[in-house]
């Protein structure tokens, strides 16, 4: 075999050689590395989908068909079997006002509260049985009191975004703050004028029906809604004998005589109702 010639071993000998990996890529540092990776890329990926699926304080979830069916259509029977529930009349009998008038001319029930506030949350189940038995609810959300007040996180409802369609009422429904203190909705002038006539301290809830009625501050206590889902406070609402169902049933049968003795809302059948009845005679007017 003939040797290289001179030239051609020249020319091998200047050839760099191949790159030798490092003892770092020759060990199992690569394969942990990528995992590091994956497991950072997961951990990232993690975070943005809570972030972005994570309920602010202002969006509410969408209430749940059965609740507010059950909450809307409370049986007749529960509501006299019910009566006053033991609930302390929460309203008081103005004189004097001209009837105050909603939207389309009928009678005003207005309601001022904030979705953060424990007292709010619990008077808003009895609102809600009483004027169905005048109309319908539309756009009803779940929502539920601060975590940080008194009786945290007591579920309800909002009225937030809401109508309300009845041949008797009006119903003129202002939340203030969401359950985060953050703003809402602000009455109009006309609204804050009527809540600083009758209760200048400013307290919520607060109720005035048609000017022939008032309510400064809570109906009812939180107690017998604390840890419940709307699923179980609404499913109380077949048995009368329930605490849940006596304070929410109980306070919207006073709601219900205060309404029935409004001009147009006494044409209501419920107001024909012997309960009822005995109720308004006991609130006057």
Known sequence: MSKPKQKDRQQAKGRPRRAQPSSFWRGPWPILGSLGVVVLLVAIFVVISRLQSAPTASTAPTADPTVIAEITHVSPSVADAVGTGGVTNPLTQTTGATILTGPDGKPEILYIGAEWCPYCAAERW??????????????????????????????????????????????????????????????????????????????????????????????????????????QIAAALSNPTSPVTRVIVGNANYLTAAICQLPSGQAAPVCSSPTIKQIATELGG
């Open 126 to 231: 009895g609102i809600v049985v009483a004027l169905s038995r005048f109309g319908t609810f539309s756009g009803l959300t779940f929502t539920t009191s601060s975590s940080t007040d008194v009786f945290p996180d007591t579920r309800t409802l909002s009225f937030n975004g809401t109508s309300f369609k009845s041949s008797y009422v009006d119903f003129v429904p202002v939340e203030l703050e969401d359950r985060a203190r953050k703003p809402l909705e602000t009455p109009t002038p006309q609204e804050n004028q009527i809540w600083q006539t009758y209760d200048p301290q400013g307290n919520i809830p607060f109720l005035d029906f048609g000017n022939r009625h008032i309510q400064i501050g809570r109906g009812v206590l939180p107690d017998p809604l604390q840890g419940l889902s709307w699923q």
